[in-house]
């Protein structure tokens, strides 16, 4: 019986010196050591922090770092492909000869927010790898060009306007036309230097620009054709378009500010000018100045686009055709070569509203009024030899 008390006795010790034990060593510091990956203690300002005290590192993983867009992307083919998107006329700002400004009162009605004309396509220029639209105005504080005092619209918006181009995904301009210089040489001086600040580039006559976009070295050019200049921008696209080819450019895409106001169809002059620069070696035309849509060729394997019509454009609080389009194109390059893998067209009204011009250009999601625009260019180009038949309105492979 002795004995079995005897038993019980020291288990009951047993058990508390444990308990004990446990009690001490709970209330000691613990001091936890991390190691390199060569077995090195890191110590002092090196040390890992475990602020939740779990024994684990807290680490933050580094985030993943924005690809360079010029490196080369290849498809399985080992081709590169270009999504590229085109636009009429962008004109932001207003008159300073004026009081009232009709881009101001509608930049109140927007609560300020200076990135409202592009919210309702920056998607789509998010999604491509190039955007390019007719800058049509200045980003300057300079005074009106005084040859230009009795002109009916010049145009003048702040400099730091430019950031709403890169913020819609807007990369480059075509900046020759004939409101670029509303502000004389010192507003066409600012605004140049302006776009190139936001990371914006520019193509004008004597200034081409080029891009390297997926490995792929894109060259611009860009020219006033009018019917007077015709013989003179003849005599320079050769050169220009062949510079170009000799800096390396795969692709070569030559804007022209042409033709007549409110014209739906182009001129003999333009006609002449769009097929020569194709026949000199542009791989893409890009037209604009008349406000108005005009159709589009396919000569020679490349594509001619008269005119875009109008975009965001803050020169009219009404206009009397509102419709336009996005012009977009896949160009594939493989081995120095540059095919035209597919086109579409995104009808636009210039506007997000019908009762008055917003400068909002939003996408049509009525198929009759898509159809609309495809009638107008399709029954305004029936005199071009090489206008297209058809308009597509997806890429083959969303159909």
């Known amino acids: 019986m002795k004995k079995h008390w005897l038993i019980f006795l020291l288990a009951i010790l047993c058990i508390f010196f444990a308990a004990a034990a446990f009690a001490e060593y709970d209330d000691q510091e613990v001091t936890i050591v991390f190691y390199d990956e060569n077995g090195v203690p890191i110590t002092g300002d090196d040390a890992i922090p475990d602020a939740d005290g779990d024994g684990l590192a807290d680490i933050t993983p580094e985030p993943e770092a924005t690809p360079d867009p010029a490196l080369p992307v290849y498809e399985p083919d080992g081709s590169i492909l270009l999504t590229m998107s085109f636009t009429g006329d962008v004109t932001i700002g207003s008159d300073p000869r004026k009081s009232k400004s009709i881009f101001n009162d509608e930049l109140k009605k927007q609560d300020g927010d200076i990135h409202f004309p592009f919210r309702n396509v920056k998607d789509i220029f998010f999604a491509d790898d190039l955007t390019m639209v007719n800058f049509e105005g200045t980003l300057t504080t300079a005074k009106p060009n005084n040859r230009k005092r009795d002109y009916q619209f010049l ?7 430019a950031e709403i181009l890169p913020a819609a995904g807007i990369e480059t301009v075509s900046y020759e036309n004939n409101h670029a210089d509303d502000m004389g040489e010192q507003g066409l001086k600012d605004t140049k230097e302006n776009l190139l600040a936001v990371g ?14 997926k490995g792929v070295k894109i060259g611009s050019l860009a020219y006033q054709g009018w019917r007077d ?72 394997g490349k594509y001619i686009c008269y005119s875009l019509g109008n975009f965001s454009f803050a020169g009219n ?41 917003d400068f909002i250009p939003t996408p049509y999601d009525d198929q009759t009024k898509c159809e609309t625009v495809i009638s107008v260019m399709k029954n305004n180009g ?18």
């Open 155 to 161: 145009f003048r918006a702040d400099p730091s306007f």
């Open 200 to 213: 914006v580039t520019y193509a004008s006559e004597g200034e081409p620009c080029t891009m390297i976009l």
């Open 229 to 300: 200049r015709k013989e003179d921008v003849l005599a320079r696209l050769p050169v220009d378009i062949g510079d170009l080819r000799a800096q390396g450019c795969d692709i070569v895409i030559v804007s022209f500010h042409w033709g007549n106001e409110k014209d739906y169809a182009p001129t003999e002059t333009q006609i002449a000018l769009g097929r020569s620069a194709v026949d000199f070696g542009a791989d893409l035309v890009i037209g604009h100045h008349s406000h108005r849509i005009n159709p589009i060729e396919f000569y020679n």
């Open 317 to 357: 609080s009404n206009p009397d055709d509102m419709s336009s389009f996005i012009f977009q194109i896949r160009m594939r390059v493989k081995d120095g070569a540059v095919t035209n893998d597919a086109i579409k067209i995104i009808p636009i009204r210039i506007s997000s509203r019908t009762d008055r011009n």
């Open 382 to 399: 029936k005199n071009l030899q090489y206008a297209l038949e058809e308009y597509p309105l997806a890429w083959p492979d969303e159909e």
